[in-house]
């Protein structure tokens, strides 16, 4: 049974910091490109971050470019998401997703839909 379990949300004033993780168990954890998506209340969810196979590519939602920073550590099946310079618009929940639809290790993906496992998610919260 695959399970991906998110931690680290929480509330946190805006210009503050946080770190994602999402641990992944029941799946070969390497030959999965991961992601992280977030739902902000009334609105759909959308792309935030993925980083490929092996970790050497990684892809971001404009607007959290040079603010977050998403990496993996195979060895621990966990994938993060370091988060500074927050903004009250980055309110929303988060989750990890697992995506196997590569038999290569650097392609990511924007589409939710080539993603195949979802967490339950993490509410993080910005106050300005």
């Known amino acids: 049974q695959v399970q991906l379990v998110e931690s680290g949300g929480g509330l946190v004033q805006a210009g503050g910091s946080l770190r994602l993780s999402c641990a992944a168990s029941?799946?070969?954890?390497?030959?999965?490109?991961m992601g992280w998506f977030r739902q902000a209340p009334g609105k759909e969810r959308e792309f935030v971050a993925a980083?490929?196979?092996?970790?050497?590519?990684?892809d971001y939602l404009d607007s959290v470019k040079g603010r977050f920073t998403i990496s993996r550590v195979n060895a621990w099946n966990t994938v993060y998401l370091q988060m500074n310079s927050l903004k009250p618009e980055d309110t929303a929940v988060y989750y990890c997703?697992?995506?196997?639809?590569?038999?290569?290790?650097?392609?990511?993906?924007?589409?939710?839909?080539?993603?195949?496992?979802w967490g339950q998610g993490t509410q993080v919260t910005v106050s300005s």
């Open positions: 029941g799946l070969t954890f390497s030959r999965y490109a």
């Open positions: 980083i490929s196979r092996s970790g050497t590519n990684a």
């Open positions: 997703a697992a995506d196997e639809s590569y038999d290569n290790m650097w392609s990511v993906s924007r589409d939710q839909t080539s993603y195949d496992y």
